[in-house]
T-cell receptor, first 114, second 117 residues
């Protein structure tokens, strides 16, 4: 079974500053994928970034980057130059196992302060 | 890009009635559909996985007779909450897998907020 651990229930960041959201994972699969999603109060799941287990370089998508440390089984999300619109729940997730199910962590609520 | 249309977005029903939620992939074939439930301020919990034309696989603790899943075509999957009770009130969201990329193969619907009164 796969497991995602997000140890930060809530985080505050000053506007324009960078913030790191922590994520550790556990899986016995050799091939897997790691995702970060943003969920605003409307409930929709917004895809942010993806990292494959065999990708040697850290993924980047605009202001988002994924700090992938395979040996430590961590996949932290870094948001640079935070904006007020970044305030939302952030979920780390892993794709692995039969049917390639996606398992989510408990989430981190990020609040950007003006 | 890939789009999954989920309806209704909100529904209020009386206790004891059934509610059907639809997820339709608009521009791709969803070979696999995942159904999640999310209680307030909690994570998404996988309820079941369905493949087109076959029976759904339910996660441990999910009542298959209460949450009926149909995936009769590659573009439509439905979740029916039968004999709904207030404890079934939750946010239900589907995720379609197409294996062709686009958000790395997983596209979420916009979710359905179910309230049972």
């Amino acid at each position: 079974a796969q497991k995602i651990t997000q140890t930060q229930p809530g985080m505050f960041v000053q506007e324009k500053e960078a913030v790191t959201l922590d994520c550790t994972y556990d899986t016995s699969d050799q091939s897997y994928g790691l995702f970060w999603y943003k969920q605003p109060s409307s409930g929709e799941m917004i895809f942010l970034i993806y990292q494959g287990s065999y990708d040697e370089q850290n993924a980047t998508e605009g202001r988002y980057s994924l700090n992938f440390q395979k040996a430590r089984k961590s996949a932290n999300l870094v948001i640079s130059a935070s904006q007020l619109g970044d305030s939302a729940m952030y979920f780390c997730a892993i794709r692995a196992g039969g049917y390639q199910k996606v398992t989510f962590g408990t989430g981190t609520k990020l609040q950007v302060i003006p | 890009g890939a789009v999954v249309s989920q309806h209704p977005s909100r529904v209020i029903c009386k206790s004891g009635t059934s509610v059907k939620i639809e997820c339709r992939s608009l521009d791709f074939q969803a070979t696999t559909m995942f159904w999640y439930r999310q209680f307030p301020k909690q994570s998404l919990m996988l309820m079941a996985t369905s493949n087109e034309g076959s029976k759904a696989t339910y996660e441990q603790g999910v009542e298959k007779d209460k949450f009926l899943i149909n995936h009769a075509s590659l573009t439509l999957s439905t979740l029916t909450v039968t004999s709904a009770h207030p404890e079934d009130s939750s946010f239900y969201i589907c995720s379609a897998r197409d294996g062709k990329g686009g958000n790395y193969g997983y596209t979420f619907g916009s979710g359905t907020r179910l309230t049972v009164v």
